[in-house]
């Protein structure tokens, strides 16, 4: 199995990339952020709640991820391997990754880092505002975000750094490129 997490900044081109990625290697795409804006559109409890804590751009608390991460393994039980998208974001999410690989006998191949200064992020998420209809898509909740990542999620570099598994890719280029880039990292994991 091929279990890739696809890891950056907010607006550093994980859901692009993994777009691409999926078809090239056959794999399931798990974006959380995907599957928390469609519990928002079905306006369930979950969605709720979940709407207000990301419109200002705070982090969904773990548990709650972890059910919702959970769910969507045991509905794809045959899928060849998985990418990553948006998860994990917290360390306790990424051990708890690691455990729930390893329950269904596999295990991470490894994690490409998508590496983009932070001004280029701001300004893709700007641009991105500007027709994505999304609510955390405006300067101020996109400087929380930012710093979310960078308190909460970008120690996270660390963890898989020590396993071995961390592998950074330049992220600043056109869309072939960096996707290049990282077929050329997984295809030698
Ligand atoms: P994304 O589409 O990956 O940029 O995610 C959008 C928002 O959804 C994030 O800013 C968080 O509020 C929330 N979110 C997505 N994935 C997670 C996660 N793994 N843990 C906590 N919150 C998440």
Known sequence: MLNIIIFGGPGSGKGTQSDLLKEKYGLFHISTGDVLREKIRKQTELGKKADALISKGNLIPDSLMLEILENVLSHHTDAKGFIFDGFPRTLPQAEALDE??????????????????????????????????????????????????????????????????????????????????????????
């Open 100 to 189: 729930l690989l390893q329950k269904r006998n596999t295990k991470l191949s490894g994690i490409v880092g998508l590496e983009v200064p932070e001004s280029i992020l701001e300004e893709r998420l700007l641009n991105r505002g500007k027709v994505s209809g999304r609510s955390d898509d405006n300067l101020e909740t996109i400087q929380k975000r930012l710093e979310v990542y960078r308190k909460q999620t970008e120690p996270l570099i660390g963890y898989y750094k020590q396993e071995g598994k961390f592998n950074g890719v330049d992220g600043v280029g056109s869309i072939e490129e960096i996707f290049n880039r990282i077929s050329t990292v997984i295809d030698a994991l």
